[in-house]
C-alpha cells in the first residue's frame, strides 16, 4: 500500500473512531459547535463513507482543478473528491496566492470560496474574468443570494451552498467542465428559418459561432464568454424564435431540475451586453412578456 493511501486509511479510522466515542454531538461540542463547525463535521461522515467505495472510474477527461478555500480542511476533503475523479488538484488558502498561482499555471477550473481574507472570492473571480475565461464553481453560505448573484455577474459558471455534499460539488465539476470542453456540440443541418448550421458553425449575421473552438465572433471580432454563457447562446442560436420559461433554460441548458432562476436572468443580461448594438433595445435576444426569453435571427 502506498504512502498516500496508508495515510488516506489511517485517517478514515481515526475519524470514524472518534465519531463511534463522540457521536455527531460530541465531536460538533469538540470543535464549538459553531455553523463552519457542523459544515465540517458533515464533511467529515461523507469523506469517510466514500472512501468504502473505493476509486470512482470516470469516463469523463480528468482536468487540474484549483480549490481556494481559507478552511484547510475543507480543502482537503474536496481536493480528495475530485482526486477520486481522476483530476490533479492544487489547494490554496488565501486569494493573492490563488491568482499568483493561476497566473503560473492556468487551471482547466477553479473551486473558489466567496468568503476569503484579504482580497475575497468576488475579486478573485474579477480580477480572474478579466484575464482568462476560466470556469468557475463558488462555495456560498446558505441563502447568500447577494453574493451569489454578484458571482455571476462577475462570470461565475454554478454555484453549491455550504454546507454541501462533496458528492454533489464533484459532479458539478463535471458537468461544468464537460460544457467548458465543447462536449457534444457537433454542428446540425439546419433548417428553414433557421441560423445556418454547417460544418462545425452556426452563424446568424454578423454571429459567427465555430463549436469545434469554442469561440464566438461578431464581425470577426473575438468575443470573451463564458462556458455558460456560450452553452445559452448555442441553445437559443439552435432554437432560434422560439420561447423559453427561465426554467426550461435552467433545465436544458444548466442541467438543474431545481434553482434560482434568476441566475437565468444574470446571464441572458450579460450576453446582451456582449451581443447587442443597445442592450437596453435587444434584437437578438428578446424578452417575451410573461413567459421567459427567445432568439430572433436576422432576415435570410
Not at 499568483?100 to 475579486?123: A, H
Not at 422560439?242 to 434553482?259: C, D, I, K, P
Request: glycine share 10%; proline share 4%; with cysteine.
Amino acid at each position: 500500500m502506498s504512502s498516500r493511501a496508508s495515510w488516506r486509511s489511517g485517517s478514515s479510522r481515526w475519524w470514524c473512531a472518534a465519531a463511534r466515542r463522540l457521536g455527531a454531538a460530541g465531536i460538533a461540542g469538540a470543535l464549538g459547535g459553531s455553523y463552519r463547525s457542523l459544515t465540517l463535521l458533515w464533511l467529515f461522515l461523507i469523506g469517510y463513507h466514500a472512501t468504502n467505495y473505493g476509486v470512482v472510474v470516470s469516463t469523463d477527461m480528468p482536468g487540474r482543478i484549483v480549490v481556494v478555500d481559507d478552511d484547510p480542511t475543507v480543502a482537503d476533503v474536496v481536493g480528495r473528491y475530485l482526486i477520486r475523479d481522476g483530476h490533479t488538484v492544487e489547494c490554496i488558502h488565501d486569494g493573492h496566492e490563488a491568482l499568483r498561482r493561476i497566473t503560473e499555471q492556468r487551471p482547466d477550473l477553479v473551486v473558489l470560496d466567496l468568503m476569503l481574507p484579504g482580497i475575497g472570492g468576488l475579486e478573485v473571480c474579477r480580477r480572474l474574468r478579466e484575464q482568462w475565461p476560466v470556469p468557475v464553481v463558488m462555495l456560498t453560505a446558505l441563502g447568500d443570494e447577494t453574493d451569489r448573484l454578484a458571482g455571476f455577474e462577475l462570470g461565475a459558471d454554478d454555484y453549491v451552498t455550504k454546507p454541501f455534499s462533496p458528492r454533489e460539488l464533484a459532479m458539478r465539476v463535471k458537468s461544468v467542465l464537460r460544457r467548458a470542453r465543447g462536449a457534444g456540440l457537433a454542428g446540425q443541418a439546419g433548417e428553414p428559418g433557421q441560423a445556418s448550421q454547417a460544418q462545425g458553425v452556426i452563424a446568424d449575421r454578423d454571429v459567427l459561432v465555430d463549436l469545434a473552438a469554442h469561440e464566438v465572433r461578431i464581425g470577426g471580432k473575438l468575443v470573451q464568454l463564458t462556458s455558460r454563457e456560450y452553452e445559452l447562446l448555442v441553445f437559443l442560436l439552435r432554437n432560434p424564435r422560439q420561447a423559453f420559461t427561465r426554467e426550461q433554460l435552467l433545465s436544458e441548458v444548466w442541467g438543474w431540475t431545481f434553482g434560482d432562476t434568476s441566475t437565468v436572468t444574470v446571464h441572458v443580461r450579460r450576453l446582451r451586453e456582449k451581443l447587442e448594438e443597445d442592450p437596453t433595445l435587444p434584437r437578438r435576444i428578446v424578452t417575451v412578456w410573461g413567459v421567459g426569453y427567445r432568439y430572433e435571427p436576422g432576415s435570410a
